[in-house]
């Protein structure tokens, strides 16, 4: 993995302004990898999707960034101060730079227009020179990608299980190529089954096309399995940070033990899958540090 920076967030802090003021984010600093799956962990409400939001300015009032900024950087090097684009910017960047799945986001699929068609969109808004032809071509290889066959462009989303339709929201976040994925609980309306086959597919492609993820949710123990470094949240700010492996084994923070200790399955006696993966990791970590 290249370790160089796609998505650098400085001094970020965004707050709600309510009666009392809530001060989601405070004071954030976080570099993204290129490459990598970034977890991001903590309870509900310590401001997860506000930072998630707030880095690529999805927020609505209440809701202000009072400080910092979140800078991109792409592949050919540009460097993208996120804070500083206009409205048709931003539009422009996010889906090609950064794309984002969102829990439920299958639920935004419209009812009334087939897949290949709110595909197609996706296509015509931002490579208004493809072909028809070639965005079908496009449209079915994504599809398949993501383990949905082609001929589902025909279908319309109340065709489709939910978890078809959310493997073709990813899909559709992958469309552009972006070099970022934020995902915000993306799998967590999903049956457990489900679930794990999207996740694999996710680290599968990410393995292939090399797009970072951000990827939030509460289930620590599922973020310890699929996270290359796992950033843990409290109260707006970020406690620890650090590769899910050693964050596992030695956290260095009080909360984040409390945060593992919550989780039986991580500490409990009982064998579990997370445990099994977790310890392969560590014993992959060793193996790094005996050859070294
Ligand atoms: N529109 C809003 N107005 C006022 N306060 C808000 C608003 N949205 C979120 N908050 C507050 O901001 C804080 C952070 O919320 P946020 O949703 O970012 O947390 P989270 O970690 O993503 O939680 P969850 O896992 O439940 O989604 C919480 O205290 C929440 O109550």
Same mark, same amino acid.
């Given at each position: 993995m290249n370790h160089s920076p796609v998505l650098s967030i400085e001094g970020f802090s965004v707050d709600y302004l309510v009666d009392p003021v809530v001060?989601?984010?405070?004071?954030v600093n976080l570099e993204l990898r290129r490459g990598e799956v970034l977890g991001l962990a903590g309870e509900s409400g310590c401001g997860k999707s506000t930072l998630a939001y707030g880095m690529i300015r999805l927020l609505k009032p209440p *809701? =202000?960034?009072t400080s910092g900024r979140a800078v991109f950087r792409s592949r050919e090097g540009a460097e993208i101060?996120?804070?500083?684009?206009?409205a048709a910017e931003l539009r422009a960047h996010r889906w090609e730079k950064i794309s984002m799945v969102f829990?439920? *986001? =299958?639920?935004?699929?419209?009812?009334?227009?087939s897949i290949r068609d709110q595909f197609e969109d996706v296509f015509t808004t931002h490579r208004p020179r493809m072909s028809r032809k070639q965005r079908l071509e496009r449209c079915g290889e994504l599809l398949e990608r993501v383990g949905v066959e082609r001929r589902r462009l025909s279908s319309y989303p109340h065709e489709l299980s939910g978890g078809m339709r959310q493997r073709v929201m990813i899909a559709m976040a992958m469309a552009l190529e972006p070099e970022v994925m934020i995902m915000d609980?993306?799998?967590?309306?999903?049956d457990v089954v489900v679930q794990r086959e999207i996740l694999r597919e996710i680290t599968r492609l990410r393995d292939e096309l090399g797009f970072a993820v951000v990827f939030i949710t509460h289930d620590l123990p599922l973020l310890l399995e699929i996270s290359d470094r796992i950033a843990v949240m409290r109260h707006g700010e970020i406690v620890e940070l650090g590769a899910a492996a050693e964050l596992y084994s030695?956290?260095?923070h009080d909360y984040t033990r409390q945060l593992l200790a919550s989780f039986p399955s991580l500490t409990g006696d009982r064998g579990s899958f997370v445990r099994g993966a977790m310890d392969d990791r560590l014993l992959a970590l060793d193996a790094v540090e005996v050859q070294a």
């Open positions: 001060h989601a984010v405070r004071d *809701a =202000m960034i101060d996120w804070n500083r684009l206009d829990q439920g *986001a =299958m639920n935004s699929l419209n009812p009334v227009i609980e993306p799998t967590t309306a999903l030695a956290p260095k």
